[in-house]
């Protein structure tokens, strides 16, 4: 029987990998891929909790995250088209230029 | 009748505040015209209600609550009654003279809009400590005369001895102001309230050591004011301040407060007869003390300054003996013919581009007939020569003093008369008349403008016959303070003021004689005596060396070893902590996302750490 | 035993797909894997009974979010290997163990307490879709307004930014790459 | 036991609507290919079997045997799966699409859909979506500039038309209340007057046009322009690899002819005195039909045409219909 902590341990594998690629990537389409995989990773948690608990709290939780995704996808697509325009180049390490 | 009152106390500061906008510009008329017409407008209001006092009123008037914490309550109150009034008509027209005066005087100065401010601050100051109805009221108003004396004495801060002597009076009236504070403590503390009424009516049945300790506490603080001895050092160099400054504030008006507050509290002295016995000693000692070194100073105003010292003792004197009315008169007419006198030396300083020497003028009676004859009328006063204001209300303290059988009392007074009729006259010879030493130094001394000579004019005439109203005024003001009874006989009072007044004349003649002949041989000046009194008694001298080199030491000491061994250090240390950790997390602050999305990811832990091990304490 | 075997299969699947997402050094494998790895959890939706949800994942991840990332890529011409400067591996890995770990143990936190009373309760014999149209437009349709807003904005942000023309001075392309 | 026989029904089911759907694609090329002829005045194939019908084994045997190029410089995985994809996912979507009338056979009744989930319109449509991996993928892996134009092409037209085609079926979703296609049907049992294109011809037109741009048809087939692009995302691909990519297309016009037939045009139920089973092909038969004549009969747009006409024209429309619709509703 699949319970409930099977599918928290799965969101927490996958949010894991989503930090993994959060701090190991240095393409900032990479970065974007792996801010994704951190919510997707959230949202099965959610659906899952909206099954085992058998309130549609959750459910409605991972809608109002995807259309976050959604538009963060708009927005941070549309910066990162302005940022290869400006430097030609989408890697990370050309962004600092707000070192201290 | 509240509105006069109103006007009166609010009418300087109006004028302070006025002027206080152009301070920083360039010299403008207006000022000194506007805080002139406040100052005379305050001196009318002043005067109507001296009238309306006199048909038996007394004002009490409670502008606001000021301070209410706990069991204290201080009102922020003002009375008007006979002793108060008195006060503020004389401080209200001294200033008022002062300020027009001032207009010639300090025409040419940069400082023009500065000083009337300060003088209108002051002269409400005054008014504050005079018409206050309870202790706090009056050590605000206290408080406030020395800042404006502070201020206007460092009036020419570029000097040096100007910012010196500001600076050593403020501190001297300090450390006086701190008995005076212990005082108010003690009275708080015994009898739970500031207010005057309550006080006096209660002291009668407190513990006589108590109020004894009061009064004496009191006393230092009237003893800085009033620059008793041993305090007496910074009035003198005080002169450093304008000449209308000196007038106004440093005779007429400010170091007499000493005097209102004793006879302010006349019911709490009256009850501790050995403390006035304590007070007139030390008044007498400091009027034959003053009164010495006057006589052989050669700088013009310190000689008026020391004068005024003296004439302070003497007012002690009459207050410590109980003829309070005595040393309220003496204040008032002392006032008049002081100001005078130091305005009048203002002209002459004027007229000799500040040289303040007296012996290098001298025969300036053709050049300034008008100042010397007001200089004139002033001295005799002082002197206190029939029918001048000054016989009338010295030779009363003379009197009382013969009268309290207090002999020694009397005969340092009569000698300190001697002396003040000396350095008087030797002060008007030297100037007035004499060789015209001023020619061979170069100066080209002239009468002064006209309307300051006007202005002066009302001093002169009060100077002459302030002492006929002495009934009047003894009438007027005994409805408020306890009265003097003599009980010489008649023919002892005439031959005391017989024989005060020849001795004073004789002394008078023989000085002018004196001088008149070329006066003293340059041998006497390497006389010891001589170089003693030159010195003041060595006393500036003994401060210095007693308490200045050894504060220097001691403080020199913290600075070097406590403040920046251990404070700075201290400090520097925190500064430098927090320098460093910011020099080295700078590092983290690398601009990069990769670094700070690691940052994030460390604090997420830590933050996930704590809600997962962290229990608070149920 | 159907349900665990999908799940497993899923779980397997997804995480390959999220590993290679995170690992490859190819942005193409990368992004192909991301769009497997959304449709893979659309499975998880379906299993968990949020059909609708589901097909919301499909349609919007895989059909729009994912879809725009390959625009994206075409305009970067970066369909191939990339080089990455990846220093502090130990720190990285550390740091998601540690927090993975602490994830999970925080997340399991709700099975030990029994005081979880469901707000909307599904009611059975109502599809999935009419209960969640029914919360979201009663309890939740200011949020939903709000996110209904918050895409509009971004839709016109997106676009906003991309139409935006750059003057390509040397000076700028120097300073944004970090040269000055 | 349930379970097994469930598994079962569905693998038979399947089987055969895979096969039958692709034997239906390919069908439809040789279809097309007369059609095209004979409006052209041609006959189009004849060589091979009577009437030509034996080309459609000829072309598969090419297909099949051809050699598998893979060129360098492809990233070679992605440009492996980019025709599976496409394939898959077309037949993806057909497993929530019913075809007939459930029937019994045996004795055990046969649904004739693979699997009905109550959100089966939605999923129709997620899948077409996912249909545009195939172009998109091809066309990135292809290391070739006309793929990648042509990769970039699809990807702009699909999610374009996407936003259209799901608008406008948002008006019927509404009127009847259902995401179900099965439900959909039923909705429309009274007959040709209950048909749903008489309440919603705007969302019926609109969704027409989206279903001709999605599956990459006349007038809007700028993704495999040969003057332009060549052959688009399918530049590279030969073979099998190729017709996977063909049959994908073709599922892809099956469904959305199906689709079109079940929400606006009364579905498999009974016309007339015509079985509901042959009208539902019937229908279908004419869209495809359509789909041919409007290829014969129409030259294509610029891009640039196509995504002005997109959002400017057909959006806007599409959500005055959905406000109509909703007005009307109230």
């Known amino acids: 029987m699949i319970t409930l902590t099977h599918y928290l341990t799965l969101t927490g594998i996958l949010f894991s990998l989503g930090i993994v690629g959060v701090l190991r990537r240095k393409n900032l389409l990479m970065l974007f891929f792996s801010t994704e995989i951190l919510l997707n990773a959230v949202n099965i948690g959610f659906a899952a909790v909206s099954k085992y608990y058998g309130d549609l709290s959750g459910q409605i939780f991972s809608f109002f995250i995807i259309a976050i995704a959604a538009s963060e996808v708009a927005v941070g697509l549309g910066l990162l088209v302005l940022w290869y325009k400006r430097s030609g180049t989408i890697d990370l390490d050309s962004l600092q230029m707000m070192k201290g | 009748m509240e509105k006069y009152l109103y006007v009166a106390l609010f009418a300087p500061v109006v004028g302070s505040l006025f002027s206080l906008l152009f301070t920083a510009k360039k010299k403008n008329v207006i000022t000194a015209l506007v805080t002139s017409a406040l100052l005379l407008l305050s001196f009318v209001s002043s005067l109507t209600l001296m009238f309306a006092v006199h048909d038996g009123l007394t004002l009490h008037v409670k502008l606001m609550d000021w301070i209410s914490a706990g069991n204290l309550n201080i009102p922020f109150g003002f009375m008007v009654d006979n002793v108060s009034v008195i006060m503020m008509v004389t401080v209200t027209l001294v200033s008022s003279v002062v300020n027009i005066y001032s207009m010639g005087y300090m025409m040419h100065d940069k400082g023009y809009n500065r000083f009337f401010t300060y003088i209108s601050a002051f002269v409400f100051a005054m008014l504050v400590l005079v018409m206050s109805d309870n202790f706090v009221g009056l050590f605000i108003g206290w408080e406030g005369v020395g800042l404006c004396s502070y201020l206007l004495i460092g009036f020419w801060y570029e000097k040096d001895t100007a910012s010196w002597a500001g600076n050593e009076a403020f501190i001297m009236n300090r450390v006086a102001d701190l008995g005076m504070l212990m005082g108010l403590f003690l009275i708080y503390w015994q009898f739970g309230t500031f207010d005057y009424e309550t006080i006096f009516a209660h002291a009668g049945s407190m513990n006589v050591s108590v109020v004894a300790t009061i009064g004496l506490l009191l006393f230092i603080g009237a003893m800085g004011k009033s620059a008793q001895f041993p305090f007496h050092t910074w009035l003198a160099d005080a002169m450093e301040g304008p000449t209308p400054v000196s007038a106004l504030i440093h005779a007429a008006t400010m170091v007499t407060a000493g005097v209102y507050l004793v006879i302010r509290a006349s019911d709490l002295f009256s009850l501790i007869p050995e403390v006035g016995h304590i007070i007139a000693t030390l008044g007498a000692f400091v009027a034959v003390f003053a009164a010495s070194m006057a006589l052989v100073h050669r700088d013009l105003k310190k000689i008026i300054a020391y004068s005024t010292l003296s004439q302070l003792g003497y007012m002690f004197v009459a207050a410590g003996l109980g003829a309070y009315w005595i040393a309220l008169f003496h204040l008032m007419t002392h006032a008049f013919f002081k100001s005078l006198l130091f305005l009048g030396a203002g002209n002459i300083m004027h007229a000799m581009d500040d040289e303040l020497d007296i012996k290098k003028m001298g025969g300036l009676f053709k050049v300034m007939p008008y100042t010397a004859i007001l200089m004139a009328v002033a001295s005799f006063a002082l002197c206190g020569v029939y029918p001048f204001a000054g016989f009338f209300s010295k030779d009363k303290i003379l009197e009382a003093a013969f009268n309290g059988s207090n002999f020694y009392i009397w005969f340092a007074l009569f000698i300190g008369a001697g002396m003040t009729a000396f350095y008087s006259f030797r002060l008007i010879m030297l100037v007035f008349f004499g060789d015209k030493v001023y020619k061979k130094l170069g100066f080209h001394p002239h009468e002064t403008y006209p309307f300051v000579l006007w202005s002066l004019l009302p001093l002169g005439i009060l100077s002459t016959i302030a002492g006929f109203f002495e009934k009047p005024f003894e009438a007027f003001v005994t409805r408020v303070l306890s009265k003097y009874e003599f009980s010489l006989s008649h023919s002892t009072e005439v031959e005391l003021i017989f024989l005060t007044s020849a001795f004073v004349i004789l002394v008078i003649v023989a000085t002018i004689y004196k001088y008149y002949k070329g006066g003293f041989s340059k041998q006497i000046e390497t006389m010891p005596l001589y170089i003693l009194l030159k010195n003041q008694y060595y006393i500036p001298k003994l401060y210095e060396v007693a308490i200045f080199k050894p504060y220097y030491v001691l403080s020199r000491f913290a600075w070097k070893q406590i403040d920046v061994r251990i404070i700075d250090f201290s400090v520097d240390l925190i500064a430098k902590v927090f320098y460093k950790s910011g020099q080295e997390s700078r590092k ?12 994030m990811i460390v604090g997420t832990v830590v933050l996930l750490a704590l809600a997962i091990f962290y229990r608070p304490m149920m | 035993m159907f349900e665990i075997i999908a799940f497993y299969t899923f779980s397997i699947l997804v995480i390959g797909m999220f590993g290679i997402v995170v690992f490859s050094e190819n942005v193409l494998y990368a992004m192909s894997a991301l769009a497997g790895g959304m449709i893979l959890i659309s499975g998880f939706y379906f299993l968990l009974g949020a059909d609708f949800l589901g097909v919301v994942q499909i349609i919007v991840y895989t059909g729009a979010v994912m879809a725009l990332y390959a625009f994206g890529m075409m305009f970067f011409d970066s369909a191939r290997d990339i080089k990455e400067n990846i220093k502090f591996k130990k720190i990285i890995y550390t740091l998601s163990i540690l927090s993975a770990i602490f994830v999970i143990f925080i997340l399991m936190a709700p099975i030990y307490s029994t005081r979880v009373e469901a707000l909307y309760p599904t009611i059975h014999g109502v599809g999935n879709v009419q209960m969640i149209g029914l919360i979201l437009f009663t309890k939740y349709l200011i949020p939903f307004e709000v996110a209904a807003i918050m895409l509009l904005a971004a839709m016109i942000a997106g676009i906003v930014l991309v139409k935006v023309k750059i003057e390509e001075t040397p000076s700028n392309i120097e300073v944004a790459r970090g040269e000055k | 036991m349930i379970e097994t026989a469930l598994i079962i029904e569905t693998v038979v089911k399947a089987v055969v609507v895979l096969s039958v759907v692709a034997a239906m694609g390919a069908f439809a090329t040789f279809i097309e290919r007369k059609v095209l002829a004979f409006m052209q005045r041609r006959l189009g194939p004849m060589h091979v079997g009577p009437y030509g019908l034996l080309q459609l084994a000829a072309d598969g045997i090419k297909l099949f045997t051809k050699e598998d190029i893979i060129p360098q410089n492809t990233i070679k995985p992605i440009f492996i799966i980019a025709p599976v994809v496409a394939a898959a996912s077309a037949f993806v979507a057909v497993a929530a699409v019913p075809y007939f009338p459930e029937f019994t056979v045996f004795g055990y009744t046969v649904h004739p859909i693979i699997s009905d989930i109550n959100v089966g319109l939605l999923f129709v449509m997620g899948a077409a979506s996912v249909g545009m991996y195939g172009p998109l993928l091809a066309g990135l892996s292809s290391a070739n500039k006309w793929s990648l134009i042509g990769g970039a092409r699809a990807v702009i037209q699909l999610l374009s038309f996407e936003v259209v085609s799901g608008l406008s079926i948002l008006g019927p979703v509404m009127m009847m209340g259902t995401l179900s296609l099965i439900d959909m049907n039923d909705y429309q049992i009274g007959g040709v007057s209950h048909w ?100 014969a009969a129409w030259p294509h747009i610029r891009p640039d045409q196509l995504m002005w006409f997109c959002w400017k024209v057909l959006m806007p429309l599409s959500l005055i219909n959905v406000l109509i619709t909703g007005i009307v509703l109230v």
Do not use: C, H
């Open chain 2, 588 to 599: 983290m602050q690398s601009g990069n996302l990769s670094d700070m999305l690691r940052w």
């Open chain 4, 196 to 295: 749903l294109i008489w309440k919603q011809p705007l969302a019926f037109v609109l969704f027409a046009i989206a279903g001709f741009a999605e599956t990459n048809r006349t007038p809007f087939d700028l993704i495999e322009f040969e003057a332009e692009v060549v052959s688009g995302y399918a530049t590279e691909y030969s073979g099998m690899r190729w017709g996977l990519f063909f049959i994908g297309e073709y599922a892809n016009m099956i469904t959305i002819s199906v689709l079109v037939s079940i929400i606006f045009l009364g579905g498999y139920n009974d016309l007339w005195f015509i079985p509901g089973a042959l009208a539902m092909l019937l229908k279908v038969s004419l869209w495809i039909f359509l789909f041919l004549w409007v290829r």
